[in-house]
Every structure is written in C-alpha cells, then in structure tokens.
C-alpha cells in the first residue's frame, strides 16, 4: 500500500498574522534555520515528499535560497496561497484566482517548478477554489481534514489570540467544522464546472475521524510519549485495515523547539526541545516507511488517474511529464 507525506511551509510570520499578533507584517522569518533541518531529516529517511510553499515567502529575496533548495533536493513544490490567510474562500473568485496565480507565479520564478497541487491555509476549501484549481489544470487539491475537533482546534487557539470581532468572524472557518468528520477519508475525485480535480485529504484515524498528523503525535508526547507512540501505530494499523492509504502532514514547528521560535510558544508542544522532536518525528517517519510506500502527493495521484484510465491534468507545469523540473529563473535568488 501506498502513503503519502507532505509539509505546509507556514512561516512565523504567518502564525502570527493569523493569531493576531503585531510585527507579522516585517514577515520574520524561520526558513533558514528549519528548511535545511527538515532537508537533512528527509535525506537521512530518504524520503521524497511534497512541500507546500507560500508565495509572500517565495517572493522575498532573504527566503529564496532556502525554498530553492528544497526543490533542488528533488521535493514536490505545492501552492499553499500567497497571503497565507485561512479566510481565502471568503473572497470573490477573482480575489481568489489572483491569490492563487500569484502565488504560483513567485514559486515557479524561485523553484522552477508551477505547483499542480494545493492546500489551503488552514484547510480553507470551497467549491470556487476548487472551481479555480480546475480551470488553472491542478492535479489535486489536499485542503481537507475530515475530523470533527475543528471547532474544539479553532477554540484553543483563539483562547490566546489578540482578535477584535470582525478579525474572528473572519477567522470563523479555521480548521474548519464539525460535519468536516463525515467527509471522504481517502483519495476521491471531484467534479467541478470546470472539470474533475482530485482531492487528497489529510488523513484522519478511520473510523474515529481524530487528527493522527505529527503535529497531533508531538501534542501527545508532550503527555506521555508512549501514549502517542500507540497512538499513531494503532492508527496505521487501522488504516491498513480499512485499505485506507494515508497522508500525513508535518509542519515547520514538528522541527523546531520554543528556544528555536519563543514567539510561538502559545502553539502545543513548543515547550519541548528540537531534538527530543525531532526523534519523535522520525519514530513516526519510520513507522510510516515500514507499513506503506511513501510518496509525494503528485507521483500517489497520477498513479492513481492512471490505474483509473484517465490523466492528471499537468500540461500547465513547467516540470516535465517525468517529475524533472525547469532550473529556477536566474533572478530568483539574486
């Protein structure tokens, strides 16, 4: 069976425009020290997997280097938006054709590579949004998470936002909401007036529908790390019982500690170190590369569209049929 494995590369800056906290907008930044630690980390596994990219991020000269390299280690490159704001769907189509198109435009000028496949900030997805992937030729979009903690999520983080109303209602849909725990667990293709587009959901654990994402698996270690440990065994377990191939996500903050980012400790399991993470996620990694086939999103889903008879849409991308991509434009990283 097979698996997949991703990383939104949320950078500090946009934790803290979505928490509300002042200074985001001089758009701090991580990159430099977590891209090459989540690189080396994936080397050592050998591991392939997609990177979601923030177009902001791609745009500004201090990131490029960094973002370059994740493409040159022979990573998928996806579209994460460009502003980085979980109230996407809330704008008219145009608004969100821009946001998109943007971001692609900053991410393929620092990688090479027109991103086939997207998520939104914050697992924001609507019928628009998809109605605009599939007109733009995106293989797949991966913004589901079919749970139903999503209010209980939204709830713990706005308890330490700095948020006026207007702000919250914006933010009303993050990590979106209860009747998410009935949708599709696994890979589904989904029509649109524009056409079929797939749709990779971050998997949930069957049956149960809770979050089972490293990020999930640090909070628990924080309590008891041979309770997470079960925890997420007995979740690929269940997966591979109900044929259920899984995706799992990883974030930037599954790599750093609260010394590495004090900014963020309002966010779970930033009290402990880098490295105490860093061998729970690769506990994870392990487990995972044991019981399935690890993947990134793109190469699971044309497998899949073949196997189906039909092909991905991918005659947008710069990168060839075969996953090589297009060197980086030489401005990029000037």
């Known amino acids: 069976m097979n698996a997949t494995l991703s990383l939104d590369l949320d950078n500090q800056w946009s934790y803290m425009k979505t928490h509300g906290d002042s200074g985001w907008d001089s758009f701090p930044s991580y990159l430099d020290v977590v891209v090459p630690r989540f690189l080396a980390f994936l080397a050592q596994q050998r591991l392939r997997i997609t990177v979601f990219v923030v177009g902001q991020d791609a ?86 998470l079919p749970t139903f903690i999503g209010p209980l999520a939204r709830a713990y983080y706005f308890r330490t936002a700095k948020l006026d109303k207007a702000s919250l209602r914006e933010r009303e849909g993050l990590f979106g909401s209860f009747s998410d725990g009935f949708a599709p667990n696994r890979y589904h293709r989904v029509g649109t007036s524009a056409g079929a587009i797939g749709e990779l959901p971050v998997t949930t654990m069957p049956i149960m529908r809770i979050p089972i994402h490293v990020s999930y698996v640090l909070y628990l270690s924080a309590i008891s790390a041979g309770l997470a440990r079960r925890y997420f065994r007995f979740a690929l377990t269940l997966c591979r019982l109900s044929n259920t191939e899984p995706s799992i996500l990883l974030h930037p903050l599954d790599f750093l500690g609260g010394d590495d980012v004090p900014e963020l400790a309002f966010f779970p399991a930033m009290n402990m170190s880098a490295g105490r993470k860093l061998a729970i996620v690769a506990d994870a990694c392990e487990a995972l590369s044991e019981s399935f086939t690890v993947r990134p999103l793109l190469d699971y889903v044309r497998g899949r569209t073949r196997s189906h008879g039909s092909v991905a849409p991918i005659g947008i991308c710069t990168a060839r049929t075969n996953g090589e991509r297009k060197g980086p434009r030489k401005r990029a990283l000037s």
């Open 59 to 144: 745009a500004l000269e201090k990131n490029q280097e960094a973002i370059a390299s994740i493409a040159a280690a022979g990573h998928e490159i996806g579209n994460h938006s460009y502003h980085h704001e979980p109230w996407l769907h809330l704008r008219s189509e145009a608004a969100i054709e821009q946001e998109i198109a943007q971001a692609e435009a900053a991410i393929e000028d620092v990688t090479g590579w027109r991103p086939l496949g997207f998520r939104g900030p914050g697992f924001t997805r609507s019928e628009t949004i998809l109605r605009i992937l599939a007109r733009r030729g995106y293989a797949y979009d991966a913004s589901t």
